[in-house]
């Protein structure tokens, strides 16, 4: 069984850091395309930040781009997403979600695997 775990979300005060963490099991994800996605209360879930899984090309939201770092340990089959310079609008739940084959449509769809999420709060 397919599972992805996040961790490492919780309260942080503006500009302030975080660093989430998404743990795979059940397969190797090493070649596949992974991403973070965010949901934020009364909106609907928006793509974050990619990763190809050969190549390991990236691709970010306008919103984060120099803010947030993407980024992978094959060894671990882990999954991490470096927050910093965090804004009260970063609020939201934040999910890992990984691919099943090598391509994908484009960066924000054509996920199979989903995490369960985890809270991120930025305070004013």
């Known amino acids: 069984q397919v599972q992805l775990v996040e961790s490492g979300g919780g309260l942080v005060q503006a500009g302030g850091s975080l660093r989430l963490s998404c743990a795979a099991s059940?397969?190797?994800?090493?070649?596949?395309?992974m991403g973070w996605f965010r949901q934020a209360p009364g909106k609907e879930r928006e793509f974050v930040a990619g990763?190809?899984?050969?190549?390991?090309?990236?691709n970010y939201v306008d919103a984060v781009k120099g803010r947030f770092t993407i980024s992978r340990d094959n060894a671990k089959n882990t999954l991490y997403l470096q927050m910093n310079s965090l804004k009260p609008e970063d609020t939201a739940v934040y999910y890992c979600?990984?691919?099943?084959?090598?391509?994908?449509?484009?960066?924000?769809?054509?996920?199979?695997?989903w995490g369960q999420g985890t809270q991120v709060t930025v305070s004013s």
């Open positions: 979600a990984a691919a099943d084959s090598y391509t994908i449509p484009s960066w924000n769809t054509g996920y199979k695997y």
């Open positions: 059940g397969r190797t994800f090493s070649n596949y395309p």
């Open positions: 990763i190809r899984g050969i190549g390991g090309s990236r």
